[in-house]
């Protein structure tokens, strides 16, 4: 079966640093994507991971351990703007690679 | 390029109307996907064309559901005698090959009334 778990809701300050995990049990891995979607907008591409460890991309990095099944989005110098539910997706290895997406993460920055 | 474009924006229908979707992917991006997305849940996948060729749909699109890309350039979604339970955004996707990211469009969100 496929599963993909994360927090539902995280609540973090201006400024500050935040982690948001993900855990997933797929059939299939083809690489862990990270997408921002702010409410009625659609998904923007945020990182990817295929091999383990840390991808870091300015104030957003990316961490992957495909043994533990676990990735990690982590957001620093936390501004409002980043206000946005934040999705986990696999890539499986099955069929045609489609992506599949956890529920999401609703992150509220407080000033 | 003007990136993905899906048409209407927001659609309100009656229960038991036909309702159609378009979706314009990135010209040169040869892989469409149609995921839907209920509030407070991730994207579901609905289906996938490479090129025109549809090679994957989910148990989600019931007999209901339709879709084509007819040229292997745009897609259209047809839901027929819709039900409350459709009202959701309808998010089009494409990529340019297996490894690239899904570029979204800004979705298409139906209210069935």
């Known amino acids: 079966g496929q599963n993909i778990d994360q927090p539902t809701e995280m609540t973090a300050t201006e400024g500050a640093i935040v982690q948001i995990n993900c855990t997933y049990q797929t059939s299939g891995f083809n690489g862990l994507f990270w997408y921002q979607q702010h409410a009625g907008e659609a998904p923007t591409f945020l990182s990817y991971n295929v091999l383990d460890g840390l991808e870091e991309k300015g104030r957003f990095s990316s961490f992957l351990s495909r043994s533990k099944g676990y990735s990690y989005l982590l957001l620093k110098e936390l501004q409002m703007k980043d206000s946005a539910s934040y999705l986990c997706a696999v890539k499986s290895s099955g069929g045609y690679n489609k992506l599949i997406f956890g529920a999401g993460t609703r992150l509220a920055v407080h000033p | 390029d003007t990136g993905v474009s899906q048409d209407p924006r927001h659609k309100i229908t009656k229960r038991g109307q036909n309702v159609t979707f378009r979706c314009d992917p990135i010209s040169e991006h040869n892989r469409l996907y149609w995921y839907r997305q209920t509030l407070g849940q991730g994207p579901e996948f609905l289906t996938y064309?490479?090129?025109?060729?549809?090679?994957?749909k989910s148990r989600l699109l019931s007999d209901r559901f339709s879709a084509e890309r007819p040229k292997g350039s745009f897609s259209t979604l047809e839901i027929q005698r819709t039900e409350q339970g459709d009202s959701a955004m309808y998010l089009c996707?494409?990529?340019?090959?297996?490894?690239?990211?899904?570029?979204f469009g800004s979705g298409t969100r139906l209210t069935v009334v």
């Open positions: 064309f490479q090129n025109e060729a549809q090679l994957e």
């Open positions: 996707a494409s990529s340019l090959d297996n490894l690239s990211s899904y570029t």
